[in-house]
């Protein structure tokens, strides 16, 4: 079945440092989905990407779609203590009827 | 206006017993999802309904009976509580294929 594979597991940064995290499918995806979890809260969706290639961005938030369509990142600029959260990728295959859920990057940024 | 909500937020209950959560979207999607929250936190799909009709089963154990009363609703009956049944259980409602989350129910089996 589809698998969704999410590097880092965890990642602390000093405030202001950049943070990726990184998304690969086992198939390709029909779209991936971006979602931020802060802690004790639920996942709240980001971001959408279709295309090919795609490159979108929200702010200090820049997220990739890969030219394959199987892989994505998310990049976040001179983070924040409000940056704080698990980041989830989720892809939808491309004849499938559900999202795949990434294990999740936990960030941590200490200021 | 919550958008999904689920009740209770917090449930701990005795190995063996039975317990329900219960969602409501006021969103007017027409499909919802019910996922768990593993300790890793890792989101695991577990059912999905589309209108009243289950259309996502995944690999769960039959003591979990999902129910579906109207597509506004999904609820999550589960007997027989284990201790590898606690997590976070989250609703979801989606359109398109974005999907809403509900604030989670914790779910503590002792």
Redesign the interface.
């Known amino acids: 079945g589809q698998q969704v594979m999410q590097i880092p597991q965890y990642q602390h940064v000093q405030e202001g440092e950049d943070f990726t995290t990184y998304c690969n499918s086992s198939t390709t995806l029909s779209?991936i989905?971006w979602?931020k979890?802060r802690p004790g809260?639920?996942?709240?969706?980001l971001i959408?990407l279709v295309k090919s290639g795609e490159v979108k961005k929200q702010k200090r938030l820049t997220f990739q779609f890969g030219e394959a369509k199987k892989n994505s990142s998310l990049h976040i600029t001179a983070t924040q203590t409000t940056d704080v959260g698990?980041y989830?990728c989720?892809g939808?295959g491309e004849y499938g009827?559900?999202?795949?859920?990434g294990?999740?990057t936990?960030l941590r940024v200490k200021s | 206006d919550t958008a999904v909500s689920q009740t209770p937020k917090y449930l701990v209950t005795q190995m063996g017993n039975d317990k329900s959560i219960k969602c409501e979207q006021n969103l007017g999607h027409d499909t919802m999802y019910w996922y768990k929250q593993d300790s890793?936190?890792?989101?695991?799909?577990m059912f999905?309904y589309n209108n009243k009709e289950l259309?996502?089963n995944e690999t769960v154990p039959n003591r979990f009976s999902p129910k579906s009363p109207d597509k506004a609703h999904l609820n999550l009956h589960i007997n027989s509580l284990e201790l590898g049944d606690s997590a976070v259980y989250?609703c979801a409602s989606r359109t398109?294929?974005?999907?809403?989350?509900?604030?989670?129910t914790r779910l503590t089996v002792l």
């Open positions: 779209n989905q979602y979890q809260g639920h996942p709240v969706f959408q698990t989830f989720a939808l009827n559900k999202l795949v859920f294990a999740g936990i | 890793k936190k890792f989101l695991k799909i999905s259309i996502i989250f398109g294929y974005t999907q809403y989350f509900g604030p989670g």
